[in-house]
């Protein structure tokens, strides 16, 4: 088998609060191939969001240090490489989704300030040079690829006047500005409305399955992941306890953990019967 | 939320009194004011015990030992009747923080009730408690103490009052603006829908949200009030002679300057060191609690 | 129960000097009846209208028009002394900002008792017994909100609900919040607190799995208005509006059933429509025909 394009090997984390240190990751392992679509599912508290951003290096260390492990990208472990070399790497080879489309846009910058600064810093690190025509292009390009239907309008408009379905599709046009070729999406659409998650899950799809990205899904939510993932790595108090086809797992889960959260899940085709059972009527 | 749930489960099981005393014995800042602010407030209590000349404090004369420097019997010289200046810098501090503990004794209810009603209800009672605050605030302390004393007598008690009636505003304006914020929020509905009496969601639910911002700024204020205190007696408008009052004693020594310099430097320190404490005190509870809003 | 009879309610919209430039119709023109030990949905997406709903039965907003009745009584007809607050409780979606983060959770679950007059000395016993029926340790009573979790919060906040015992509660989202596992314990006990107390449930959510499982008759908003209603298994079963169809088609489900059930919505430029997009193609596909 060929090396995936981000192998987490091994990764172990603890925080230090109020002067205890507490283990959050123990020795977790996953493998992101490349054009595959991966889901990372757990709970609060399973340590998901520290997996990625440990992944993306946006772990505040102190109170996180990393006890053991690595992280492979093409090959290349980026807990060992320079700052610099991890920096080129960043929101170019591999590019953040962010979960909340209010607070991960600046509300005093025009979408088009943004993104252009993005992809300009980009550049930057890349050593390449665009001129300000060619970036702007590129910013109206990336914003019709998430089927903005008006680019230079949404490019002109200040966050707040965009609805968060909008907002949400900024923040995917933002995370392919660069050629990326892994993206990681922490919990897209979570903040938003039932009939406009399910847009920005099908944009999400499409666009990774057109460009042939890979993809790491962080959510906690089981339906999105069998709706964009075909493999999937439940984690439960820092353990991975479950991986595998994404079907498979949801037919006939292995751990007790994972059955125990695809039966909590209620079902669309209903049955289920709530209450507990032997409670006097 | 997003931040807390980094935080590992077991941390969050220690108990609270634990959480806030770690947290606030790693804050050098607050630790040093606190310890300040402690040995003010006990030298100041304690003075009859701990200083060596309390019968100094009157108006007693001994010119044979006037203007003597800084020596093992008098640790901060004499000043030009030969009295000893640290007994009377002690006892000043005394009345520096008398005068503090009054004006802010007064001044923190007054506010923060008429900023909890304002918040709270807002529409008229806003309008007008929030008019007559900013009318307040466009008069400084100081000038508005200068007034009273000049229609009035120069007196403590007067000078007391005029720095009180100013200086609830500050609070009125701080606990106004958190209750607005907090008046939103869903907790308070709730005590609405279950309910609640005015009474109990003014003083039950948000008092208890401002006790921070209270506590932080009123021991930044001491600080502020006790400055303010020692200019009006250094202006001659506050505490009258023979009584020892830091501000008094600065101006008094200051036409003894620069060769008996002892004699305003070093109460003139001491005013430094009481307000600078309150300060650190403050900003180090500030550090403490913006911590705490964070969970 | 409760039924609300032709309810309506617009928020003025202002310009930037406070002059009202036109009105949002919130809700429009709402009319439903909840009979006794129910368990009623209102499914709806942000801005549908349902939060103001609520806010309305819990006397929060009062309506432009309409009634609302329980037990056949306006809410604002007290002639039988009898609070509002001891006919009907909420239970609020953020049980991380529902319970004031100052006061213990025993302070808490008092107020109601503190309000409506139990006397004092039976109110450590009584929040002992409350904290017992939700199955939390009275112990709890001395904790304060942050060192509970989120699903021991929401605990809190249904016994705090139930203290003077009202016979109808308004559950608006009270388990958005919480991890899946947490909700299902929680909808448990909210099941089995409803059969022991018999108390009629008005259940609001955008989560359509949980109300198809949770709720027998169920109403769909738009936009202020009701588009459908009916029994849970009719309006999922064999939705008829667009709307309803839209919002079923767009939920994430984890199984080959659950997908099969799903309508099949027409794509728009490879897209799925929106709401408006879908309800104006049908009126198009109407003014045709």
Avoid at chain 1, 19 to 27: E, I, K, Q, S
Avoid at chain 2, 111 to 121: E, K, P, Q, R
Avoid at chain 2, 228 to 246: E, K, Y
Avoid at chain 3, 200 to 211: A, E, K, N, P, V
């Amino acid at each position: 088998m060929s090396f995936p394009l981000l192998r987490v090997e091994n990764l172990s984390v603890s925080f230090t609060t109020y002067g205890r240190t507490v283990p959050v990751l123990h020795g977790v392992s996953l493998d992101v191939p490349a054009r595959s679509q991966v889901a990372l599912v757990g709970e609060s508290g399973s340590g998901k969001t520290v997996t990625m951003k440990a992944i993306m290096g946006l772990l505040r260390q102190p109170p996180a240090r990393i006890t053991s492990g690595a992280i492979y990208y093409d090959g290349a472990d980026l807990l060992t490489m320079p700052e610099k070399e991890r920096l080129k790497l960043r929101g170019t080879a591999m590019s953040m989704v962010f979960q909340d489309p209010m607070s991960s846009l600046n509300p005093v910058f025009t979408i088009a300030d943004q993104m252009a600064t993005i992809l300009k810093y980009a550049d930057r690190r890349l050593g390449r040079t665009r001129s300000s025509r060619d970036r702007m292009q590129r910013v109206y390009d990336t914003l019709a690829q998430v089927r903005m239907r008006d680019p230079e309008r949404v490019a002109r408009a200040y966050p707040i006047e965009l609805s968060g379905g909008m907002r949400q599709r900024v923040l995917i046009a933002m995370a392919l500005l660069s050629e990326t070729d892994l993206l990681i999406a922490d919990e897209p659409g979570t903040a938003l409305d039932v009939t406009t998650q399910a847009q920005i899950l099908k944009l999400l799809k499409d666009l990774v399955e057109a460009r042939g990205l890979a993809l790491l899904m962080i959510t906690h939510n089981l339906g999105v992941v069998r709706e964009t993932c075909n493999s999937v790595y439940v984690m439960q108090k820092g353990v991975i306890v479950e991986k595998g086809e994404t079907a498979a797992i949801f037919e006939a889960p292995a751990h007790d953990y994972t059955r125990s959260l695809i039966d909590a899940v209620p079902r669309l085709t209903g049955g289920r019967r709530f209450g507990t059972a032997g409670v006097p009527a | 939320m997003t931040q807390m749930s980094l935080a590992p489960p077991e941390a969050r099981r220690l108990s609270n009194a634990y959480q806030n005393w770690y947290r606030f014995s790693r804050n050098p800042t607050a630790v040093i004011g606190a310890a300040i602010v402690v040995v003010c407030i006990l030298a100041a209590l304690l003075a009859p015990f701990i200083t060596p000349y309390p019968e100094h404090v009157g108006a007693v004369v001994n010119f044979r030992a006037r203007h003597q420097p800084p020596s093992l019997t008098f640790w901060f010289g004499t000043d030009n009747v030969g009295r000893d200046i640290f007994t009377r810098t002690i006892y000043g501090m005394r009345i520096s923080l008398l005068l503090a503990f009054v004006v802010l004794g007064t001044a923190v209810p007054i506010g923060t009730i008429l900023g909890l009603l304002a918040g709270y209800f807002g529409g008229w009672t806003e309008a007008i408690i929030m008019r007559i605050t900013d009318i307040a605030l466009a008069l400084p302390p100081l000038v508005m103490a200068l007034a009273v004393a000049a229609v009035l007598s120069p007196d403590l008690v007067n000078s007391l009052l005029a720095i009180a009636a100013l200086w609830w505003t500050w609070h009125t304006r701080l606990i106004y603006a958190i209750t607005k914020q907090i008046r939103t929020q869903e907790f308070i509905e709730a005590a609405e829908t279950l309910g609640a009496s005015k009474f109990h969601i003014l003083f039950r639910e948000i008092l208890p949200n401002c006790v921070s911002a209270i506590a932080v700024k009123t021991s930044l204020d001491c600080g502020f009030v006790i400055l303010v205190g020692a200019s009006l007696s250094f202006l001659g408008l506050g505490i009258q002679p023979p009584t020892p009052d830091l501000g008094t004693m600065v101006a008094q020594g200051a036409g003894f300057l620069p060769d008996f310099w002892w004699e305003s430097v070093l109460p003139g320190l001491a005013i430094l060191f009481v307000a600078l404490g309150f300060n650190l005190l403050g900003d180090g509870l500030r550090d403490l609690f913006d911590v705490q809003e964070v969970r | 129960m409760l039924e609300l009879k032709n309810l309506c309610k617009a928020f003025p919209i202002r310009n930037a000097f406070g002059r009202k430039t036109g009105a949002l119709q919130a809700v429009d023109n709402v009319s439903m009846t909840i009979a006794p030990g129910d368990i009623y949905g209102l499914a709806g997406e942000s801005g549908s209208g349902k939060s103001t709903i609520a806010r309305m039965i819990m006397g929060l907003e009062t309506p432009d028009s309409g009634e609302i009745l329980i037990d056949g009584r306006s809410i604002h007809d007290r002639s039988d002394g009898v609070a509002h607050g001891r006919r009907v409780q909420m239970v609020f979606q953020n049980p991380g900002s529902s319970l004031n983060p100052r006061r213990t959770v025993g302070q808490s679950v008092a107020v109601p008792l503190d309000a409506h007059g139990f006397p004092r000395s039976k109110r450590p016993a009584r929040v002992a017994t409350l904290l017992d029926m939700v199955q939390l340790p009275a112990a709890f009573a001395e904790r304060y909100p942050h060192e509970l979790s989120g699903g021991q919060k929401q605990r809190v906040a249904i016994a705090r609900a139930l203290a003077v015992e009202p016979k109808l509660l308004v559950l608006d989202e009270p388990t958005s919040a919480l991890d899946v596992s947490v909700q299902a314990k929680v909808m448990d006990l909210l099941t089995d607190l409803g059969r022991q107390m018999g108390l009629t449930y008005l259940f609001i959510s955008h989560d359509l799995s949980l109300m198809r499982n949770f709720a027998r008759e169920v109403s769909v908003l738009y936009r202020g208005g009701i588009v459908e209603s009916g029994t849970s298994d009719t309006v999922f079963g064999h939705p008829s509006h667009d709307y309803t169809r839209l919002l079923i088609a767009s939920v994430p489900v984890i199984s080959a059933e659950e997908a099969a059930l799903r309508p099949v919505i027409p794509l728009i430029d490879g897209e799925l429509p929106t709401p408006e997009q879908l309800i104006a193609l049908r009126q198009a596909a109407d003014r045709q025909a």
